[in-house]
């Protein structure tokens, strides 16, 4: 990014609108659509002004099919546009897994490179909201597990806009997790305090235009000594919270892209720290923590001064009363973090 | 719950669908209601879509039991078009003959014949553009062939060998050609139905010309995607020409499980909104009119239509399935609609431009066509016989770009195959 673009505060909505805008002016095959993106905006307000914008045929409502709206766009893509689909919840975005599965993923591979999909699926995910059981899912590992599909999810507003501008202009397709919690301000795990909104953080400073932030790489929110942390989405600020709060020195790694994945800001890091706790609010049997956690002890085995903690949800659908019981919050993370200093 | 108060309901009975002939039955077809040829009204292109509705209930015919076409659908094609669709037909025919022996001779894994459904390719494949974007199953192979698409290459694809254009990433007749605009082929039934619909509304979007045709079968109506499509391309009047062949046949389960007992699969457009045509599949003539009618209509913004086409899957489903353990052979040969080649020959004879002597020379000459085609190929290889793709390949092609995870297990399977034959070089692969 330029360093010497001006900068404006927006948070994790209007920065990811700011990304479409941007990208829209730039390229005349970008296409914005979903259920409630058009005339209305979204219903998280992401797509607002866009159809008024960019007009109907750019930016426009769909019939309620996740099924429909993915292998539309992967036909689209086939023509030559760059469809922006977007899935109103993460949790509804099953129906179109066949699409995004067979097809989407297996698109490039399969046709020798004749035809792609060029496809950014964009969908608020993740908990923390009072979503209960269809509004809160962290359904990532599904999309890690898929070869030819690329997993982004940023913690910022900052990151939103220049993860979202290099997700559009990749041209494998991008799952775009979009963690709703944080949309308004960065959430660190506190319920019962208020939030601080984006405009009071550093990293709501949004670069004005256009800038990107490469795919697979991710970012060391702070650098320390005592254990790694990995986290991605609302989890980062939780964590980044729990051990300020404690006064570890820990260094905390948002991975922003699950795959690819930058395994060498992680190997670096847990060479030096000997010490490894991954969060993510996805159910814990078969999350990507798993991976995280084989990879770390293939890859540090002889770096490792301790077991490496998971803090996940647990393996349960996500409860609506019993949200933060279930939520991976500052008791279950202080808990992992005495564990590894104790080691 | 109280019991006594029911007693007088009948029990409930769950109805499952059975067909007709199993293997044994004698064939008795006069429950088909085949309309006269030439009796079916033909609407301007331009028409609303519920005035098709009578069309989705009827049959659209062209050819007549004397071989003469007839009525309004008569597309009036000049005798040299109509040998060339026979010719088309014909080569399909003999493709799929020598493709279904090599699969027998161990040369490759699986084949899928069409036959007696040429028709429904190769017209369809006549009355379009050539660049319209067609979106077929994996019973379309006469869409390649009468596009011109090189014969070789297609052999290439399906014995694996070191000229396969998709480097033996995908099963035998899974064929992608760009540049014949035929959209990659999956295994995943239905999923091309709102792939097209998207390339059309695409088409829409840029405002270009071109339009997108569509292919399954009646069993895959059943899936969600074909539902999504048809509501996409009512809701956005996408160009897109949607076809339904319906050969009676999913496997081993016949048309009765994809709701052919209630309605026709034509008829299911009008709910949508969207015009529906019921064909004769193996009259050749008016699958060609009926597509041509849809393209012209997609072409001139009246939006979608949806062509069932009424045939029958005269073989196996592939060659891993023996259909005699589910049907009667008799239902092939007693098909009220007949073969649409032989139909197409012997209207071209009728109108004395065809002759029996000239038909065997045209079959003689085809064969001998595909098996130079099959012998090129298998100068290329056959599956199995040595290694043809680099082993890089297998990685190449997931992403744009290969992850350090895929180069890592690139490396990996290099390896193994260097612990094994210690002498081997990728590059010799």
């Given amino acids: ?343 | 719950m109280n019991e006594a108060s029911r007693s007088n309901l009948p029990p409930l009975q769950l109805h499952v669908p059975e067909p007709k002939f199993r293997p044994g039955d004698a064939v008795d077809y006069s429950h088909l209601v085949i309309p006269a040829a030439g009796a079916q009204a033909r609407p301007d292109e331009s028409c609303g879509a519920s005035e098709t509705h009578p069309l989705c209930l009827d049959l659209v015919r062209v050819l007549g039991e004397d071989h003469r076409a007839v009525g309004p659908w008569d597309p009036k094609l000049d005798p040299e078009s109509l040998r060339r669709m026979l010719r088309l037909m014909a080569l399909t025919r003999a493709f799929d003959d020598r493709m279904y022996r090599g699969q027998r001779q161990g040369k490759t894994s699986f084949y899928m014949k069409c036959t007696g459904e040429e028709a429904t390719s190769i017209a369809p494949a006549m009355a379009l553009a050539s660049d319209d974007m067609v979106f077929p199953s994996y019973r379309q192979q006469g869409i390649l062939i009468a596009r011109g698409y090189p014969m070789v290459d297609m052999i290439n694809q399906i014995y694996s060998n070191k000229a396969d254009k998709l480097k033996g990433r995908q099963l035998p007749i899974m064929y992608s050609a760009r540049e014949a605009s035929f959209f990659s082929i999956s295994g995943n039934l239905a999923t091309q139905y709102p792939q097209a619909v998207g390339w059309a509304m695409a088409s829409a979007i840029k405002g270009d010309t071109r339009i997108a045709a569509a292919w399954l079968g009646e069993g895959s109506t059943a899936e969600g995607d074909f539902h999504s499509a048809m509501t996409f391309a009512a809701v956005y009047n996408a160009p897109v020409v949607f076809n339904v062949v319906n050969n009676q046949w999913a496997i081993s389960s016949f048309s009765g499980f994809a709701g052919a007992e209630r309605t026709t699969f034509a008829a299911r457009a009008i709910g949508y909104g969207i015009a529906g045509l019921r064909v004769d599949g193996n009259d050749p003539l008016a699958v060609y009119a009926a597509t041509r009618w849809a393209a012209n209509r997609a072409r001139a913004n009246g939006g979608p239509t949806l062509i069932e086409h009424f045939t029958y899957r005269a073989e196996g489903h592939s060659t891993s399935d023996d259909p005699g353990q589910y049907r009667s052979v008799q239902e092939r040969t007693e098909w009220p609609l007949g073969d649409p080649i032989a139909r197409l020959a012997a209207h071209l004879e009728a109108l004395g431009e065809w002759t029996p002597e000239a038909h065997a020379a045209m079959d003689l000459e085809l064969a001998e066509q595909v098996k130079a085609a099959a012998k090129a190929a298998e100068a290329n290889g056959v599956l199995g016989h040595g290694l043809h793709h680099p082993f890089r390949t297998l990685f190449e092609d997931v992403f744009e770009e290969l992850p350090w995870h895929l180069k890592e297990q690139s490396e990996q399977a290099i390896r193994e195959r260097r612990i094994k034959w210690p002498e081997w070089k990728e590059e010799d692969s």
């Fill in chain 1, 1 to 343: 990014m330029s360093e010497t673009a001006s900068m404006k505060k927006l948070n994790m909505i209007e920065a990811i609108n700011d990304a479409l805008d941007v990208m829209m002016a730039r390229d005349s095959n970008i296409v914005v659509m979903g259920e409630d993106v058009g005339y209305f905006g979204g219903v998280f307000r992401a797509t607002a002004g866009l159809q008024k914008k960019y007009g109907r045929t750019r930016v426009f409502d769909t019939p309620i099919s996740e099924c429909g709206i993915i292998g539309v766009a992967v036909g689209m893509g086939a023509y030559g546009l760059r469809p922006v689909p977007e899935i109103q919840f993460a949790d509804y975005i099953y129906p179109g897994l066949d699409q995004l599965v067979s097809e989407a993923a297996r698109l490039r591979y399969r046709s020798a490179g004749e035809f792609t999909a060029p496809i950014t699926v964009r969908s608020p995910f993740g908990g923390g909201i009072f979503g209960g059981q269809t509004h809160s899912q962290s359904p990532e590992a599904l999309f890690t597990h898929v070869s030819g599909i690329k997993t982004v999810i940023p913690a910022t507003p900052h990151d939103a806009k220049g993860l979202l501008i290099a997700a559009i202009e990749d041209n494998d397709p991008v799952i775009f997790f979009e963690p709703k919690r944080i949309y308004n301000g960065p959430f660190n795990g506190y319920y019962d305090k208020p939030v601080e909104p984006w405009s009071r953080h550093k990293d709501g400073a949004v670069p004005e235009g256009y800038y990107r932030i490469p795919l697979g790489k991710a970012r060391v929110v702070r650098e320390g000594e005592a254990m790694t942390v990995l986290a991605y989405g609302t989890m980062v600020h939780v964590a980044e919270a729990v051990l300020a709060e404690k006064g570890v020195d820990a260094e905390i790694i948002d991975l922003r892209t699950l795959v690819p994945l930058d395994i060498e800001t992680i190997k670096a890091s847990i060479e030096k720290t000997g010490k490894c706790m991954i969060v993510h609010e996805a159910t814990r049997t078969g999350g990507f923590g798993a991976e995280l956690s084989a990879l770390v002890q293939e890859r540090c085995f002889y770096h490792l001064e301790a077991p490496i903690e998971r803090v996940t949800g647990f393996d349960t659908p996500y409860p609506h009363s019993l949200e933060w019981a279930y939520f991976p919050g500052p008791v279950r993370i202080g808990e992992a973090v005495d564990r590894l200093l104790k080691a």
